[in-house]
């Protein structure tokens, strides 16, 4: 995992908003796009990334706000 950013975790039927290497969930809200919301913010604020998990626990997207180290050629 990253050393920073934000997740959006599912977290007892509800979805949180967590820093990396947390376990703390910073904040909970009844809607993953709440939460999307929320992370998003935060994230674009201190130029890290975003990572949205599933239901499932796994990854299933992510946003980069900072200095992306691979910038798409073309």
């Known amino acids: 995992m990253a050393s ?3 997740h959006v975790v599912p977290r ?3 979805w949180g908003v967590r820093k ?7 904040r909970t809200f ?3 796009r709440e939460a999307i919301s929320e992370a ?4 674009r604020n201190q130029s890290t990334e975003l990572y949205v ?4 626990g796994r990854i299933r ?14």
């Not at 998990?53 to 499932?56: E, F, I, T």
């Open 4 to 6: 920073k950013g934000q």
């Open 12 to 14: 007892d039927g509800k």
């Open 20 to 26: 990396a290497g947390s376990d703390k969930v910073t």
């Open 30 to 32: 009844d809607t993953q």
């Open 40 to 43: 998003r913010k935060i994230a």
């Open 53 to 56: 998990h599933g239901r499932d």
């Open 61 to 74: 997207s992510r946003d980069s706000y900072g200095k992306d180290p691979y910038p798409p050629k073309g």
